[in-house]
């Protein structure tokens, strides 16, 4: 029985559903923000057309600016949690998005048929000012990233309908 959590999560969707199922990557340097923030988009728009998973190069904790930023959109992730990209060795993906250069640079050989697609956005971590005007960064890259997986899903999930 597998003790992650997101490895319940595939385990439990895999059962559920007997058709075939996409499965979804995201990958980025801490999956900590763009990452997650893809994560739950890709939830939100996929529904139950594929099983989507995030993960990091690095693990840096979910931060919770992209929880609260997300939570204004109505979309629940702190639940999240921040996972190793070696976590995940063992499923066979057919799609892998690396959400920044730094993960795309280092990302690990994944056998099989995946789909590779790159988008560096700006990390909201990084950016600097007051709360508001941090907060401004995160909101505007949460709607970068909602754009991206919303044009995601309808160009590459139909047939998976």
Sequence with gaps: MPKNPKQKYAA???AANKTIMKNILVLCTGN?????IAEGYLKHFAGSKANIY???IETHGVN????KTMAEDDIDISNHTSNHVDEYA???FDYLITVCD???EACPYFPGNVKRFHYNFPDPAKARGTEDEVMGE???VREQIKAYTQQFVEQ???EAQ
Aim: charged fraction near 15%.
């Design 12 to 14: 439990n969707q895999a």
């Design 32 to 36: 900590s923000c763009r990452s997650q």
């Design 54 to 56: 995030s993960a990091g």
């Design 64 to 67: 919770p600016k992209a929880i």
């Design 90 to 92: 063992n499923i066979a």
């Design 102 to 104: 730094n993960a795309n």
């Design 138 to 140: 995160f909101r505007k």
């Design 156 to 158: 590459h999930l139909t």
